[in-house]
């Protein structure tokens, strides 16, 4: 929002809770009140609403729940806004788990070991011969209630048991409207714990019609949750041609344009694929100080705007390498310190750590939410977090407990 208001684009925001930062910036311009995305019927409902009173609009989704929305409704909408999505096709390749190993494949993309069994009797086949630990992937996160990742299991019976509960919780959250059979049907990947080489993410943007492709890479190295979650800590990397290359050619197989994250982990000496954000993502800020300005791509595409996308993004390759920049969720990363602390399940030498890392980032460091010129956005984002913390604090425990491994660098 605020990248956009610098280069004088008018950014409209549907703000859905309370606590909804976006929604209290001092560059938001129209605030829509809106039911959750998870309410399709009347997200959409209200979506029409504002552009019979306001045509004309570009929609950038924020989450997997609004590409698919926005993707399949496209007919609807595409009579009141200006829409930048690929075609249903594409997208379900991408949100579906599956279908995107196949692509990446096809790609000639390296993917980790993976296993679709269709029934519980092919799983109880299949349980004894695979690669422990293996992790329980949801197969898409549309229309879920819950945001985790999966869940790691070490044998066949941890995976007899918690596979059915698992396939249960998912049905459950799912609303099965316009979604292919078998979506709630998680799939089995070969698990691998990230070392000190991280998830590595490859952002960028591709163009539609303008031969245009352009990327940054960045390395997550602390995440919320163990064994897998969602970024708190980003560092700036070199440019990498080949996983460019390689994501370049997942895009083209794919069919797809617009902007996008795609995270890889290395496994048996080769970086291979583990998801693909089609959207705005979480650390989009760290390419924004970098240099790259993928939402006005976005918008500037969605105009037609062909010349001035091929401008930007000709402006947007030249990288400086040198360039130390750091992407940290601030009030997160010492929230997770200080709960991990009063739990007993970090060491001293690891708090030292973390601490040092912030402090000696902090002078090239892009923060989520918090900004000078634009504080309230940041206060509400804690705000937000200290709710959220105080719901999932029993689970938040559990994880906690001695089994649970300590907080490692390098996640």
């Not at 129209?30 to 998870?38: K, Q």
């Not at 609004?66 to 991408?94: G, H």
Request: proline residues 7%; charged residues 25%; contains cysteine.
């Amino acid at each position: 929002m605020r990248h956009l208001a610098r280069f004088g684009v008018g950014v409209n925001v549907i703000v859905d809770h309370p606590f909804c930062a976006a929604g209290w910036s001092r560059y938001a311009g129209r605030r829509y009140a809106g039911p959750v995305e998870s309410d399709n019927i009347r997200y959409l409902d209200g979506l029409l609403a504002i552009g019979k009173r306001d045509p004309g609009q570009v929609l950038l989704p924020t989450s997997d729940e609004l590409v698919w929305l926005y993707t399949f409704n496209a007919p609807l909408l595409d009579r009141y806004f200006r829409l930048y999505q690929p075609p249903v096709e594409t997208i379900k390749r991408i949100l579906d788990k599956a279908l995107l190993e196949k692509a990446a494949t096809i790609a000639g993309v390296a993917v980790l070991p993976s296993w679709d069994p269709q029934n519980t009797d092919e799983l109880a086949e299949l349980a004894p011969h695979l690669p422990y630990p293996v992790l329980i992937k949801p197969r898409t996160h549309v229309h879920r209630l819950r945001n985790d990742k999966g869940m790691v299991v070490h044998s066949p019976d941890e995976l007899a048991a918690e596979y059915p509960r698992f396939l249960a919780r998912e049905r459950h959250g799912f609303d099965d409207t316009a979604r292919a059979p078998g979506a709630v049907r998680p799939v089995i990947q070969k698990f691998v714990d990230v070392g000190r080489e991280g998830v590595v993410s490859i952002s960028g943007f591709i163009g539609r019609s303008a031969d245009v492709f352009v990327t940054r890479r960045s390395t997550k190295i602390l995440q919320r949750s163990r064994p897998v979650g969602v970024g708190v800590c980003y560092e700036a990397c070199a440019a990498d041609p080949a996983l460019s290359q390689a994501v370049c050619r997942l895009c083209r197989e794919l069919g797809y344009f617009g902007l996008f994250e795609v995270e890889f982990i290395l496994h048996d000496g080769a970086w291979t694929v583990i998801d693909f954000n089609p959207r705005l993502f979480n650390q989009i800020g760290l390419d924004l100080r970098r240099g790259l300005p993928l939402p006005m791509l976005a918008y500037l595409d969605a105009l037609g705007e062909t010349d001035a996308v091929q401008a930007l993004a000709a402006e947007a390759q030249h990288e400086d390498p040198t360039e130390k920049t750091a992407f940290c969720d601030n009030f997160t990363l010492h929230a997770i310190l200080l709960a991990q602390t009063l739990c007993m399940r970090t060491r001293l030498e690891d708090l030292a750590h973390w601490r040092r890392w912030a402090r000696q980032n902090r002078a090239h460091m892009v923060h989520f939410a918090s900004n000078r010129q634009d504080p309230m956005p940041g206060i509400v984002h804690i705000l937000s977090e200290l709710y959220l913390g105080f719901r999932a604090a029993p689970r938040f425990v559990r994880t906690m407990l001695p089994s649970a491994p300590p907080i490692a660098r390098g996640l």
